[in-house]
């Protein structure tokens, strides 16, 4: 079956840095996606990778090893606002997306 | 302001009623989704539409339909609403249809208690 795997809560602290992982297993693969959820909201698009390595876009990277079905999602310099749950999704063999349940992010003063 | 709106925000309904929840976006994306999206899981794919005049099947199907007459509405209806079919509803669309990686961009969602 398809399977998503990423922790349930993490908690961090503001200034500092953070690594959400993500395992996943999937009928084929055609890119890892990370959203950003607050509560209450509806999850916003952070980052798409495909290849394997680290693509990185300001406070936020992204990390993918295809060959062991990981991904990680890197927060540097957390800010309070970045107080939220953070979805992985892989994007199978129809190209449609298998969510995680997310990981709530507590980001402590 | 572009983007995907959702209606309504919320509602309370009761068992056996018939509801339509409706989505509209503005950005000319060929494809769309509808989403539920329950405590401890991860969201869940109802329906699709990969372009107007075609829907398909996602993985929680059962007890909802769906149509796409043209690009921007995609309305999803229950049937007959049963309290398993308590959650919140998300539209998103994305840029191509068949067979895209393109990012997917999500409404502000619909939140639906059924009693």
């Known amino acids: 079956g398809q399977n998503i795997d990423q922790p349930t809560e993490m908690t961090a602290t503001e200034g500092a840095i953070v690594q959400i992982n993500c395992t996943y297993q999937t009928s084929g693969f055609n890119g890892l996606f990370w959203y950003q959820q607050h509560a209450g909201e509806a999850p916003t698009f952070l980052s798409y990778?495909?290849l394997d390595g680290l693509e990185e876009k300001g406070r936020f990277s992204s990390f993918l090893s295809r060959s062991k079905g990981y991904s990680y999602l890197l927060l540097k310099e957390l800010q309070m606002k970045d107080s939220a749950s953070y979805l992985c999704?892989?994007?199978?063999?129809?190209?449609?997306?298998?969510w995680g349940a997310g990981t709530k992010l507590i980001i402590k003063p | 302001i572009a983007g995907i709106t959702q209606a309504p925000t919320s509602q309370i309904l009761a068992a056996g009623r018939r509801m339509t929840l409706r989505c509209t976006q503005d950005m000319r994306h060929n494809a769309m989704y509808w989403y539920r999206q329950d405590l401890g899981l991860g969201l869940r794919l109802i329906h699709y539409?990969?372009?107007?005049?075609?829907?398909g099947k996602g993985e929680v199907p059962d007890g909802y339909s769906v149509s796409r007459a043209n690009t921007d509405d995609f309305p999803l209806t229950l049937a007959s609403a049963v309290p398993s079919q308590t959650s919140v509803y998300f539209c998103a669309s994305s840029d191509s249809g068949d067979f895209t990686t393109d990012t997917q961009y999500f409404g502000p969602g619909t939140r639906l208690t059924v009693l």
């Open positions: 999704a892989a994007m199978d063999s129809n190209y449609q997306l298998i």
């Open positions: 539409s990969n372009t107007a005049g075609t829907t």
């Open positions: 990778n495909v």
